[in-house]
């Protein structure tokens, strides 16, 4: 059985930073790229950050270049993302998934795997 574990989120006011984490089990982990997306209230979800299978090219939107940071570690199976200088306009859920080669990364129907969804709230 296929599970992604996210950690990390919470109540952040703007211009801090936190760093979410999920874990991945039931899978060859090196054999997917992993994305982060989000979802706010009323809105659907968005791609936020991608890295391919062995980590060595990373992919983000517009929105969150040079303030998110995506990264894996394969040994463990887990994958990040650092945020920094957080806006009022980050606040929503975060999902990590996992696409098999080929998928497109930018597309969330193209991902097999979801965690669960973390809070992120961003105060003002």
């Known amino acids: 059985q296929v599970q992604l574990v996210q950690s990390g989120g919470g109540l952040v006011q703007a211009g801090g930073s936190l760093r979410l984490s999920c874990a991945a089990s039931g899978l060859t982990f090196s054999a997917y790229a992993m994305g982060w997306f989000r979802q706010a209230p009323g809105k659907e979800r968005e791609f936020a950050a991608a890295i391919t299978q062995s980590g060595g090219r990373a992919f983000y939107d517009d929105s969150v270049k040079g303030r998110f940071t995506i990264s894996r570690d394969n040994a463990k199976s887990t994958v990040h993302l650092e945020i920094i200088s957080l806006k009022p306009e980050d606040t929503a859920v975060y999902y990590c998934?996992?696409?098999?080669?080929?998928?497109?990364?930018?597309?969330?129907?193209?991902?097999?795997?979801w965690g669960q969804g973390t809070q992120v709230t961003v105060s003002s």
């Open positions: 998934a996992a696409v098999a080669a080929g998928g497109n990364i930018y597309n969330p129907r193209t991902y097999a795997y």
